[in-house]
């Protein structure tokens, strides 16, 4: 009989690569992870891994085990759910990952409207980077995640994991209000409209700043040497940034890379350079230094948790809380209505 444990050490190398990688993600020394393996491989009657340098490639024998421990484990997650929903009430441990706007903006409510419903649950948020939410979930180190996409940067498919659409947001470009000013001027020329002009204002009363902006890529082309600040590379907030720039013809000067929108917002305040920044970034004080451009990309937020885990009551629970906590002025998507 296969060792459950050992299949999802296997399903995470098929995933990392590396024992050195899997042994660091799960807490495991790698002659251990080597050690299960072995075993694992022992039980199976053939061999499941050969090696490739410092790396480890799964044989075809192995890369199909992978497939059935992928449908064993969302059973089990499935199994775990009908249990959890048998017993009476809700309690324990939440682990939740979010990133940084979403922990400020959405996640408190979400929490307070959990601890009303559901007292016994233990909800523990941990500030993740959704580029880092596969692994953890897949390791069992969070339950339950908030994600992003934008539309140049889409959503991976993951093994081993679902996701529910949350809300949408839309993007602003976030520039000095002088700069903005010049490169408006620049970017329409003779006979622009007042009312196009208008949706470059210094003010973040959103609900003003018209639906349809101006062209997307002349708006980032007129700040095309201008020095920008975007996120940390690695992130799915820089590729946006960079990709979004290189669309409209130009690779940014990156000057500043900052992962708090706050901070880029007090950057660019300071006449440091300019950045795109989502609708939760931009919530808040408007800042007279700052002008605001609507953009015509969005960032789309998601629920995501491992498969089989949709109907596990704790997961379900704080999905419900988390939608009753997302503000009115975000656009909520059909399905998650």
Known sequence: MLDVRRLRLLRELARRGTIAAVAEALAFSPSAVSQQLGVLEREAGLPLLERTGRRVRLTPAGQNLVRHAEAVLERLEQADAELAEARSGLAGALRIGAFPTAVRAIVPAALVTLARRHPGLEPMVSQTDP????????????????????????AQKEPGLAAEPLYREA??????????????????????????RADRRPARNLDRIPR???DQGSVLRAHADDPWITATPGTLCHAMALRACQAAGFTPRIRHRVDE??????????????????QLGVMGPADPAVSLTRLLMERRTMI????????????????????????PELATPPSAA
């Open 131 to 154: 580029a880092a939410v596969a692994h953890a979930l897949r390791a069992g180190d969070l339950d339950v995640a908030l994600i992003h996409e934008y539309d140049f940067v889409p």
């Open 171 to 196: 993007m602003y470009l976030a520039a000095p209000t002088g700069a903005t000013a010049d490169a408006a001027t620049a970017a329409d020329g003779p006979g622009r409209d007042d009312d196009e």
């Open 212 to 214: 349809q902006g101006p």
């Open 261 to 278: 929108f706050p901070t880029v917002l007090a950057l660019v305040a300071a006449g440091q350079g300019v950045a795109v920044v989502p």
């Open 304 to 327: 995501a948790y491992r498969s089989g885990a949709a109907a596990h009551p704790a997961v379900a629970a704080f999905g419900a809380a988390l939608r009753a906590a997302v503000p």
